[in-house]
């Protein structure tokens, strides 16, 4: 149960980074999406993995988280040191600096993905409860 809670506070934690500077990013250049936005999806994939992690705990719940996180952390450091031009509608992102929030939400994100990691490979174990135990047919959750 530990480990569904941290994931989740993880993933919890980088979508309210992301709330809260997505306002500050909202604009854009004509015809592509603005940064905000891509902050606001962002958001709502790490509420929706943290909320699923939560609930089910099981391996393909902290394969999405795992995907969120990992996907989040890779951006905000590949847009941290390379200068990507637009690619299409997706906006040239580069912010070469750290800042409080950033930081704190790369470290969330680089957690959540380790977290998440660890949720994947305890959950393969096909048949065994979040303790490690056996779990019967009579047991097992839905």
């Known amino acids: 149960m530990a480990l569904r809670l941290l ?5 919890f934690i980088d979508a309210g980074v992301h709330l809260f500077l997505a306002p500050g990013y909202q604009y854009a250049q004509p015809g592509t999406v603005s940064q905000g936005t891509l902050f606001l999806l962002e958001a709502a994939a790490a509420l929706v993995a943290g909320v699923y992690v939560l609930v089910r705990g099981s391996r393909a719940a902290y394969a999405v988280a795992l995907v969120v996180a990992l996907s989040a952390f890779a951006a905000v450091v590949l847009y941290r040191y390379v200068d990507i031009p637009a690619i299409g509608p997706i906006p040239a992102m580069y912010d070469p600096v750290w800042f409080f ?20 490979v305890r959950a393969g174990r ?13 047991r097992r959750r839905p």
Do not use: F, P, Y
């Open 126 to 138: 096909r048949g065994k409860s979040d303790d490690g135990t056996r779990v019967t047919a009579a």
């Open 101 to 120: 929030s950033k930081t704190l939400s790369a470290v969330a994100e680089g957690a959540g993905a380790l977290l998440a990691a660890a949720g994947v």
């Open 7 to 11: 994931t989740a506070l993880a993933l």
